[in-house]
C-alpha cells in the first residue's frame, strides 16, 4: 500500500508564500514523475507543476515564475514553494505520484488526500 501525505497549506495574504511537501510511505521500488494539481470551487483540477525523476520541471502558464516545484528522492518527498500568491491561486492543492512497488510491477498513479490553500486579498 502507498500513501502520500501533504502537509504546508493554509491562509496566507496575496502577496505572501507558502510551501507545499508531499511525502511517500508505503511499499515503494521507485518514484518516476510526481506533480502538484489543485482545483479551486467549481472548477476542474488543473496541472500546477510537475517534475521528473531527472529533475526536469513544468509549470501551468499561470504560476510560472512564482512558484517551484522540487524533489527529494531519498526522503521521496515532492516539495511546491509558491512566492507572490494571488488570491486566484485559492484552491486545494493535491499531490501525485507515478510510484512502482517492484521492480516488475508496473507504474501506478496515487494522489493525495488535499491541502487548502486559501489567498486573501
Known amino acids: 500500500q502507498v500513501q502520500l501525505v501533504e502537509s504546508g497549506g493554509g491562509l496566507v495574504q496575496a502577496g505572501g508564500s507558502l510551501r507545499l511537501s508531499c511525502a511517500a510511505s508505503?511499499?515503494?521500488?521507485?518514484?518516476?514523475?510526481m506533480a502538484w494539481y489543485r482545483q479551486a470551487p467549481g472548477k476542474q483540477r488543473e496541472l500546477v507543476a510537475a517534475?521528473?525523476?531527472?529533475?526536469?520541471?513544468n509549470y501551468a502558464d499561470s504560476v510560472k515564475g512564482r512558484f517551484t516545484i522540487s524533489r527529494d528522492n531519498d526522503k521521496k518527498m515532492v516539495h511546491l514553494q509558491m512566492d507572490s500568491l494571488k488570491p486566484e491561486d485559492t484552491a486545494v492543492y493535491y499531490c501525485?505520484?507515478?510510484?512502482?512497488?517492484?521492480?516488475?510491477?508496473?507504474?501506478?498513479?496515487?494522489w493525495g488526500q488535499g491541502t487548502q490553500v486559501t489567498v486573501s486579498s
Open positions: 517534475i521528473t525523476s531527472g529533475g526536469s520541471t
Open positions: 501525485s505520484a507515478s510510484i512502482r512497488s517492484s521492480a516488475i510491477a508496473t507504474s501506478k498513479d496515487y
Open positions: 508505503g511499499i515503494i521500488f521507485s518514484i518516476n514523475g
